[in-house]
């Protein structure tokens, strides 16, 4: 039917038994309203307090999601042994996990980025404007920073012996191979957050946005397990920043590229992806 919507909707609560899975939903109205694209530049947002809100929201959950996940990862580095500590599954539940806590946490303030890449995509998209975006990715550097800063003023020489939580690709691997780790893990975790947040599915299934930030915590434990023997894992050029400028060593600076090029490119191609194909905004403004 032209000009209505195609998607399949599963819920039994609003279809009854007797119907045919995925019939009634093609031929209901829209029961949802699609917010409108954010400006790209607004004055007026620069005098707001819930703009700067915002910001101090960005920096504080991101220098609490250094904290807790570089401890983590110098908490295993320093263990004889990967028995007698978590191992790489404790360093990717206390990455996912943390971003659990802090996109539920902030969420109702500032979105709950905490993530340059994340913040990039939604950019694209046009659900930050411009002022935002630069706002967000300003104060998440900086928390990340802070956050790496602090666990180095914790424990001094393990963080320097251990590699402070820097990212790097891994002997064996080369660049390509970590440029490609780095593109598709944050493909998976931007296509999660604009999948967790869809309007459409917001408006369908009222249990979402409480939900919402469980599947962006598990998808970035997923991507931990599978890429901390490749990179170590970066997908958030803050938290790669945050730990190699407060490691400071020549090597850690080697691949660092790898760790902005590959995040905001997976966060390009998962808004376009999610835009273009999964919700054709573009194809349905015109009709």
Known sequence: MAGREEDVTVGASRYSERQALGTSAQTQEKDYKEAPPAPLFEPEELRSWSFWRAGIAEFVATFLFLYVTILTVMGVKRAPNMCQSVGIQGIAWAFGGMIFALVYCTAGISGGHINPAVTFGLFLARKVSLPRALLYMICQCLGAICGAAVVKGFEKNMYEVQGGGANLVAHGYTKGDGLGAEIVGTFVLVYTVFSATDAKRSARDSHVPVLAPLPIGFAVFLVHLATIPITGTGINPARSLGAALIYDKNHAWDDH???????????????????LIIRAIPFKSRS
Do not use: C, D, M
């Not at 590229?257 to 835009?275: C, E, K, R, T």
């Open 257 to 275: 590229w790898i760790f902005w090029v590959g995040p905001f490119l997976g966060a390009a191609l998962a808004a376009i992806y999610h835009q």
